[in-house]
């Protein structure tokens, strides 16, 4: 009955062991986390510092916001398998009790030391009693401690304010640039998509819409770009053509008003994708598109009508207007 007891009480010990082992593990996860939340902050912010100031191409900015996400959910990974999954040996956190504790003494790296030898069946069979009794004893000492209370980090709370505060600037920044912010997401999250680089000089056509125009062959578009924000000295039109064996036009646009600037394009033969960009092309506006009209279209026409000789009746001729939405009657 004595060694059942000893036994028991050695096994509820090491169980109580094990459990701080864990907690501390997952305290020392969650505190590593923590850390490592300002240097991704400061990763979003170079990378959007860096697509400010260069105007990174669609390629570079999908590499490297698949490289930050990639980067987040390996170290979430990571982290979760040092907390949750991941053992080890005992003797780590009774150092750890033994330190923060200092009226624990040495009893429970004895105690797992003992264990050992209790559970060595080549060691004598006096050596091993010894070992169980000790294991009793210390068992019986240590009944009550709180070991998991001592796994606590005295160091989460520092670590904590200093990742809530690079969080907050983040935030904070992202709210007070909100036009920034919004530019940069959709640029990141659709980086082949249509959305220019922020810039201070805001461009946009009007005319054509987002819908586009459609132009019937060989007649002219007309072009209308709004500005805003810091004025702009120049605006240029630059025109693709769908066959890429055309090469792009870059013409200059000219002013009417105080934020508009005009163009006519002349003899559309082809589809066409335009933008408005100043000089240094740092300000582009989206891009919108010009359809041409390939089918015929009558516009006008007119009618003879010829009666036979023997009649008498002299001939006569109608116009007819086919404009849209007529139908022509005779």
Same mark, same amino acid.
């Given at each position: ?37 300002? @240097? ?7 990378? @959007? ?66 264990e050992e030898t209790a559970l060595d $069946?080549?060691?004598p069979e006096m050596t091993r009693k ?6 009793? $004893? ?103 053509? $769908? ?18 600037? @005009? ?68």
């Amino acid at each position: 009955a004595d060694m059942m007891n000893e036994k028991m009480n050695s096994e509820t010990l090491l169980k109580r062991l094990v459990s701080a082992d864990r907690a501390w593990r997952r305290s020392r996860a969650f505190e590593l986390g923590l850390r490592i939340l300002p @240097v991704l902050c400061g990763v979003l912010l170079l990378v @959007v510092a860096l697509d400010l100031i260069f105007h990174l191409g669609g390629g570079l900015r999908l590499a490297l916001g698949l490289s930050i996400l990639i980067g987040v959910l390996v170290t979430a990974a990571w982290l979760g398998f040092r907390a949750f999954l991941k053992k080890g040996p005992l003797l780590p956190v009774a150092r750890l009790l033994e330190d923060r504790d200092p009226s624990i003494g040495s009893k429970l790296i004895n105690v797992i030391q003992l264990e050992e030898t209790a559970l060595d $069946e080549n060691s004598p069979e006096m050596t091993r009693k010894l070992a169980r009794r000790a294991i009793e $004893e210390s068992s019986s000492d240590l009944e009550g401690r709180d070991f998991r209370g001592l796994t606590k980090s005295s160091t989460r709370r520092r670590s904590a304010i200093l990742a809530l505060v690079p969080i907050l600037i983040l935030v904070a920044t992202g709210i007070g640039f909100s036009s920034i912010t919004r530019t940069e997401w959709l640029r990141f999250v659709d980086p082949f998509g249509d959305h220019p680089a922020f810039s201070f000089t805001r461009l946009e056509i009007m005319d054509p819409t987002e819908e586009g125009a459609r132009v019937i062959y060989r007649e002219s578009a007309f072009v209308e770009v709004a500005w805003s924000g810091h004025r702009p000295k120049e605006i240029f039109l630059t025109i693709e053509n $769908e066959d890429p064996e055309v090469e792009p036009v870059t013409i200059p646009m000219f002013p009417q008003g105080e934020d508009r600037y @005009v163009q006519e394009i002349e003899s559309v033969e082809g589809n066409l994708t335009i933008r408005a960009h100043n000089q240094a092309r740092r300000a582009l506006s989206p891009a919108r598109e010009i359809a041409v009209i390939l089918n015929p279209e009558i516009e006008d026409a007119s009618v003879s009508i010829l009666s036979p000789p023997y009649t008498g009746i002299t001939e006569k001729t109608r116009n007819l207007d086919l404009g849209p939405g007529k139908s022509p009657t005779v």
